[in-house]
């Protein structure tokens, strides 16, 4: 009976990926159903559980995980050979319950609405829009860099410590609420990733974890980095599952913060898009426009560059690959290149917005 209750959930796995397909043609009923619907209620729910813990009980959930998938595919692995149908139904009975949940916990939020339109902005930009906006930009990074630094060549060094940042970045959303109140967030569940060096090595600052809604950062990216990375895993944990659109929100929260090192952050985050874009589209007047920012903005993002540049390894390219397939496999049809696209979000967001 129980080999029986094994197989049907193993098969119902085939059924699940239909479903999650058919209902993803309807980004308008899973925005309001789920997203804003179910979604938040399992969230805060989440949050208020796991919240005070003060280490990643995901990611204590993923070692067990792994520690316990080993063991048991050592104890077996001879009923591969001598019951094959009945191992494969363990097997995909135990894949079927995963993808039931994760659709159900977070998932689903791949197949919303996009942001562009839930905001009423354009998905699209010409260049002398992008130009227009990155000088804005580079007018009120340069600003607040100065007000920092007092010089304009040396690199902002953030005071707080890395725990206190992941405390303090809530309460940029408290101020990004006023403009858009579904991003309200509380209580908060963000904490320092467990696997902060594989994490490393894999080449990623943070994850959101779906089976917990714990909001993961690497702890061991430069502090400057932490507000918007640890503001870019909040937008995830508040159901934007799209890495443009958690960049962008993740941005807004940062410079709408009380906290000016936050501020400097979220603006100088933006800048760094918009000047790659330049980059991609006319590398000749890049050059003639970074000459414009303060050189302690670029000794920033100078900073992060060479700590990613410690870490690289052989593997890193196989890990970003297999990452973006999955980004492909829902819904993001750029895989990891999606992330360039906040742009788009950015100019036509802050392009009629006075500074």
Known sequence: MLRKRKLIIALSIIPQVLL?????Q????????????LYPYISKLFRHILGWIPFSFGDFLYAFAIIYLLRWLVVNRKRLIKDTVHWFADVFSALALVYFIFHLFWGMNYYRLPLHKSL???????TEQLIAVTE?????????HTTLSKNDTLKVDVPHSKNDILKMAAYGYDGLKEEFPHLAYHPRSVKKSLFSYPLTYMGFSGYLNPFTNEAQVDGLIPTYKFPTT???????????AAENE?????CL???NHDDIYFEYAGYAFALRFCLNEIYRRDETFYQTTVKTVNKGILENYKEVRTFWERYKNPAEPLFKKTYSSYLKANKQDKGME??????ALFVNYFEDLPF
Not at 27 to 36: C, G, Q
Not at 338 to 343: A, E, G, K, R, T
């Open 253 to 255: 929260a940062a410079i």
């Open 26 to 37: 309807f980004p308008d009923y899973i925005e309001t159903y789920y997203s804003k619907g």
């Open 230 to 240: 640890t503001s870019h895993e909040i937008a995830h944990q508040l159901g934007y």
């Open 136 to 144: 804005k930009l580079i007018l009120k990074a340069n600003a607040l």
């Open 120 to 126: 009423n902005l354009e998905a699209d930009y010409n």
């Open 338 to 343: 999606s992330y360039s696209y906040v742009v």
């Open 246 to 250: 958690a960049n962008f929100i993740g």
């Open 20 to 24: 999650v397909k058919f209902l993803g």
